[in-house]
């Protein structure tokens, strides 16, 4: 089992920034990917930002650009960094652990005002 408890989650105005962490426990040797996802009303869940084992990354390009995944193995805990945020952005944004199942946080809101 893993679990994950994601914090960072807040109000920002347009153009500002915010950075997500996600706190990773339990089965840590099992995981091989982690990533963030968003959900936003009445709107399917989508990836936001991806990263391995071996660090690569992979992003959309809706925030290509303005999105960075990371992570400090040393903490077990992955962050996203999100920069020129845009209304759009607005979500729920979810930690997901890639290991023999997926794993998920309980979610974190983000709100970027116009």
């Known amino acids: 089992q893993v679990q994950l408890l994601e914090s960072g989650g807040g109000l920002v105005q347009a153009g500002g920034s915010l950075r997500l962490s996600c706190a990773a426990s339990?089965?840590?040797?099992?995981?091989?990917?982690m990533a963030w996802y968003r959900q936003a009303p009445g709107n399917q869940r989508e990836l936001v930002a991806r990263?391995?084992?071996?660090?690569?990354?992979n992003y959309p390009d809706s925030v290509k650009g303005r999105f960075t995944i990371s992570r400090d193995n040393a903490k077990n805990t992955v962050y996203l960094q999100m920069n020129s945020l845009k209304p759009e952005d607005t979500a729920v944004y979810y930690c997901?652990?890639?290991?023999?199942?997926?794993?998920w946080g309980q979610g974190t809101q983000v709100t970027v005002s116009s």
């Open positions: 990263i391995t084992n071996d660090g690569s990354t």
């Open positions: 997901n652990a890639i290991a023999r199942r997926y794993y």
């Open positions: 339990g089965s840590i040797s099992s995981i091989y990917a």
